[in-house]
């Protein structure tokens, strides 16, 4: 036995030795490189807008691209590098930030070179430091977004919220205008879908969506209408399981998938999969990348909807809430939806910025309620 406490305190001891020698290699090290910061700041002209920043900010949570919420900080992606947020109750708008090896920071937009070389990209919002997942959204973006004009009215507190109530009615309206379906509470479903969208982050499952209808009976209409009004709504056609995968976790796309059945056998069978995947959070889509031999996973839950004329799988059936599409002898709507783009705005944009200043509540209560 003593012999065993002998060896046990033996080892003890070169393992704290070991620690102090590394901790004191590391200050060693991190004040050097402070030093010669400070000397290539002083004595060289950098090419970039170096931006000051908050750096004893409070660390956080990395932002996924796409939009996120973290401590009651909301934001949006407005593409080309810009974001509109709501950080408590403190609302801006902020443009994507790099740093580079050298600790130089500036705007990534008006130095697009700067990303071969950055180490990390942020934005400021309200004194505070928050890096990114990965790349930020630099391009344009593949859904719909409220006005330049509406961003600014919500970032200097000249916009009137509507209530949920009247908002959901607006969503059923909308559809009641443009559109004749076989039962008057289909509209009210699809509002339903349509709202899951805008609480994907505080929701663990979802239902998903299934149009069906012979042909000339609007269902691509009314994908494009859903699509319209839904937090990134994407509608697609002829499809993948790798461009659906990527676009969901890259763009946390709402995706409206047109003619399910017009699919190839083989990509119909792995869309329905992803589908199915897609009705739980954490409950990834993986599939082997016939060019590299990789396994790839893919974060898929989201709001989805899908249309076709014949019939689907039964357990994609049994995950959707089914609406059918029929022709209308309204001669009136085949005009009204020429102008449907024109009636979603306003309709949209009361939604975004309803999300803009509840989500993080709903999304603090909905944790309170979990634990």
Not at 113 to 119: C, G, P, S
Not at 129 to 146: A, D, E, H, R
Not at 210 to 237: P, Q
Request: proline residues 3%.
């Amino acid at each position: 036995m003593g012999k065993i406490l002998e060896v046990t305190k033996k080892a003890i001891a070169e393992r704290d030795a070991l620690r102090a020698s590394r901790a004191s290699k590391a200050k060693k090290h991190s004040k050097t490189a402070t030093t010669a910061t400070t000397a290539t700041s002083a004595t060289s002209s950098t090419k970039y807008n170096t931006i000051q920043y908050n750096n004893n900010a409070t660390k956080h949570e990395r932002l996924r691209a796409s939009g996120d919420i973290i401590n009651g900080v909301v934001i949006e992606p407005l593409g080309f590098g810009q974001y509109v947020f709501n950080a408590n109750g403190k609302r801006g708008n902020a443009e994507v930030m790099f740093e580079n090896e050298e600790g130089q920071q500036g705007v990534l937009s008006e130095n697009p070179k700067a990303a071969k070389k950055a180490v990390s990209f942020f934005l400021d919002i309200a004194g505070q430091q928050y890096k990114f997942i990965g790349y930020p959204l630099m391009t344009k973006l593949p859904f719909i977004l409220p006005s330049v004009q509406s961003v600014n009215a919500y970032i200097a507190r000249r916009m009137q919220f509507k209530p949920f109530k009247d908002i959901f009615e607006s969503l059923i309206n909308i559809s009641r205008v443009c559109f004749d379906l076989e039962k008057e509470e289909y509209h009210a479903i699809n509002a339903l879908g349509i709202m899951q969208s805008w609480l994907m982050p505080c929701l663990s499952s979802i239902f998903l969506l299934s149009r069906d209808g012979t042909k000339g009976s609007a269902k691509t209409s009314y994908a494009e209408l859903t699509a319209g009004l839904c937090r990134h709504g994407i509608t697609l056609g002829n499809t993948s399981s790798a461009v659906i995968g990527r676009i969901v976790e890259n763009y946390q796309g709402s995706l409206h998938i047109d003619e399910l059945d017009n699919l190839k056998p083989e990509v119909k069978e792995e869309v329905e999969g992803i589908l199915r995947k897609s009705q739980r959070r954490n409950n990834p889509y993986s599939r082997c990348n016939k060019n590299t031999g990789a396994i790839e996973f893919f974060e898929v839950f989201g709001y989805h909807s899908i249309s076709y004329r014949g019939d689907s799988e039964d357990a994609l059936k049994s995950r959707s809430f089914p609406i059918r599409t029929k022709p209308t002898t309204d001669y009136r709507l085949s005009i009204i939806n020429l102008s449907k783009d024109t009636l979603l705005q306003p309709v949209f944009e009361d939604v975004f910025f309803w999300y803009m200043e509840n989500i993080a509540t709903i999304k603090k209560k909905s944790e309170g309620a979990a634990q």
